[in-house]
């Protein structure tokens, strides 16, 4: 099956900092990635779509410039959480579609646990 | 507006089958899928429909019925590694996944 892995698998950092989320897909080619965040209990939450050499489409009350997605080539998406906070800190989750095959299922990462102090 | 509706919290009884039903409202639809995710980890692919009727696959089972707006996953002979949240996920006419909130299952001996 597919495979996306994130690095790293959890970070803490300093209130004021920036913290980079890498997402790769190991052995197909995902043309579109997706990042969600997810507080404890609660339910996945979409942050953004991210297309292959496009800006990402960021969902409504996310800001795009605290969180700056780069989907610089077919296998891999970062996501820098900028001037991070303590209620930044949550389970950041990416996940990709590929281009063939079941192009619809996507495919999710093992999530990156972010915690600032 | 877009949205999935499935029960908060259900308990069930290990070696028994449970039924967790997902109710939908999408614009456009192309699928309905269905994770599984254990505390702390991210979601793991267990099912897709999109044409009415049940697909089963070992202990697990989906149903769909486009027309009521609605599908159930069926999990048989729970083991107690089955614990887990179980989210719903719709498929809009953007190809976009409308989360549930998720369906957190406790197994109990």
């Known amino acids: 099956g597919a495979v996306v892995s994130q690095h790293p698998s959890w970070v803490i950092c300093k209130s004021g900092t920036s913290v980079k989320i890498e997402c790769r897909s190991l052995?197909?080619?995902?043309?579109?990635m997706f990042w969600y965040r997810q507080f404890p209990k609660q339910s996945l939450m979409l942050m953004a779509t991210?297309?292959?050499?496009?800006?990402?489409?960021?969902e409504q009350g996310v800001e795009k410039d605290k969180f700056l997605i780069n989907h610089a080539s077919l296998t891999l998406s970062t996501l820098t959480v900028t001037s991070a906070h303590p209620e930044d800190s949550s389970f950041y989750i990416c996940s990709a579609r590929g281009t063939s095959g079941f192009s619809y299922e996507q495919y999710f990462g093992p999530g990156t646990r972010l915690t600032v102090t | 507006g877009q949205n999935i509706d499935q029960p908060t919290e259900m308990t069930a009884t290990e070696g028994a089958i449970v039924q967790i039903n997902c109710t939908y409202q999408?614009?456009?639809?192309?699928?309905l899928f269905w994770y599984q995710q254990h505390a702390g980890e991210a979601p793991t692919f267990l099912s897709y429909n999109v044409l009415d009727g049940l697909e089963e696959k070992g202990r697990f089972s989906s149903f769909l019925s486009r027309s009521k707006g609605y599908s159930y996953l069926l999990l048989k002979e729970l083991q107690m590694k089955d614990s887990a949240s179980y989210l719903c996920a719709g498929m809009d006419s953007n190809y976009q996944l409308i989360w549930g909130a998720g369906t957190k299952l406790i197994i109990k001996p």
């Open positions: 999408t614009s456009g639809f192309n699928g």
């Open positions: 991210s297309n292959e050499g496009s800006k990402a489409t960021y």
């Open positions: 052995d197909f080619q995902a043309t579109t």
